[in-house]
């Protein structure tokens, strides 16, 4: 989960940024970057977040990990004091992306509500990515599976996994797309995985990130 700001030249360096956060893969650094030490920047004090400064990043760029963890990059010619004004105005986004790593236990309740949840919306931003692509789904359906994020059958039936609902937006997206693109090649061949990554860029970033926080979903 990552919002990301370019660093302009010289006073306009705080130019607004897109409404919408835009996500991208972790920027891969060749030196160990220097880490500040956390700083709590909520006043409701149930957060904090950890400066890193980067000599190769080129935009300040605000993540959010699978533990709720904040952390900044700080780039080349950038201050502490703008990456504290960038998180300030983004506070909003960044309690709405930790409201959504969900702890590995619900009540009965929550599972039934976000059940519901998942069954009222998944369908719809299914159908809005198969339009997008220009595919026709037969039928959709949200279950509870145990061992698949998705599954999708020969005659065009959708099966989603309702914890989809948990899982970051771009994130969920994957997993839908990955299911749409096999009404087209109902395999996993280079071929397939083409179609995946043209339609989803950070295939690789979701894959990882179900990887590494599938057990906390089941």
């Not at 030490?37 to 993540?63: C, E, I, K, M, N």
């Not at 998944?122 to 809005?128: G, N, S, V």
């Not at 789904?137 to 948990?166: E, F, Y």
Request: net charge positive; with cysteine.
């Amino acid at each position: 989960m990552q919002l990301s700001l370019p660093l302009a030249d010289g006073a306009g360096r705080d130019e607004a940024v897109p409404s919408r956060p835009t996500f991208a893969p972790p920027a891969s650094a060749p030196h160990a970057p220097v880490v500040e030490q956390p700083r709590p920047t909520s006043s409701h004090g149930d957060w904090q977040v950890t400066f890193v400064r980067r000599r190769q990043a080129r935009r300040y760029v605000l993540r959010v990990d699978g533990e709720g963890g904040v952390r900044v990059t700080i780039p080349r010619g950038g201050s502490r004091r703008e990456a504290v004004d960038f998180v300030e105005r983004h506070r909003g986004w960044i309690d709405g992306q930790r409201q959504r790593i969900r702890p590995p236990s619900l009540s009965v309740a929550e599972r039934v509500a976000w059940r519901t949840k998942a069954e009222a919306d998944l369908p719809a931003r299914l159908l809005a990515l198969a339009a997008r692509h220009d595919l026709q789904v037969a039928r959709i359906s949200v279950r509870n599976q145990r061992t698949r994020w998705g599954s999708c059958g020969r005659n065009g039936h959708i099966t989603l996994n309702w914890r989809l609902i948990l899982m970051p937006d771009w994130v969920a997206d994957y997993v839908i797309v990955h299911e749409l693109m096999h009404l087209r090649r109902l395999d996993h061949s280079p071929a397939y995985w083409s179609l995946v990554a043209a339609a989803c860029p950070l295939f690789r970033d979701a894959r990882r990130w179900l990887r590494d926080n599938a057990e906390r979903l089941r």
